[in-house]
């Protein structure tokens, strides 16, 4: 179970990291891409706006249909969106990647607490794992500004989407061959008017 933890923890570093690592690239891209203020402030939204949104639904789909199987499209979504914010010509294009790697990182989430409770059965060993959880959470999001300043300084704003691209696909392959399948769909049904 460690190792699946630790890929686990990896795939939540990446979804909860990108929430706050464009912070310090948004002069790079003003200057960039020529975005105003409005802009700018959708290249930071967009990708929180389909998270948040969207997280709840997903974890029924991963109920529904595997947990593991929703995991691994939303980490091959959330690289996709990478590719296109990465290559993006205007501020547009980068938005609609962001909203893309939003909609990646909500189908990865929610499978990384569920997992731990298969992966941990024992009560006292899963209390240990969520906080571990919440610990790397919290870490992802501090270390954003960061590892995006380190990024941009090294090259431009287009690094932290390279970035994100090369470990998405550690974090895929890491995933498809550490973690078990798992699914519940005998409690879940999708609330499609409570979703909307």
Known sequence: PHF???VIC?????TFLDNTVISATLSD???????????LQWVVSGYALAFASLMLMAGTLG???????????????????????A???????????????????????????????HLYPNRRRRARALGIWAAVS???????PVIGGVLVGLWSWRAV??????????????????????????RARLDIPGFI
């Open 4 to 6: 699946g933890m630790a």
């Open 10 to 14: 990896f795939i939540l570093f990446l």
């Open 29 to 39: 891209v003003q200057s960039g891409l020529h975005a105003g203020v409005a802009q």
């Open 63 to 85: 109920d529904l249909y595997g947990r593991k199987k929703l995991m691994l499209v939303g980490v091959v979504i959330f690289c996709g969106g990478s590719v296109l914010s």
């Open 87 to 117: 290559l993006a010509d205007s501020t547009n294009v980068l938005i609609a990647g962001r909203v893309v790697m939003g909609v990646g990182a909500a189908c990865s989430e929610p499978g990384t607490l569920s997992m731990i409770r």
């Open 138 to 144: 919290g870490l992802a999001l501090a270390l954003g």
């Open 161 to 186: 989407f390279w970035f994100n691209l090369i470990f998405g696909i550690g974090a895929l392959v890491a995933a498809a061959i550490v973690l078990p399948e798992n699914s519940d769909p005998s």
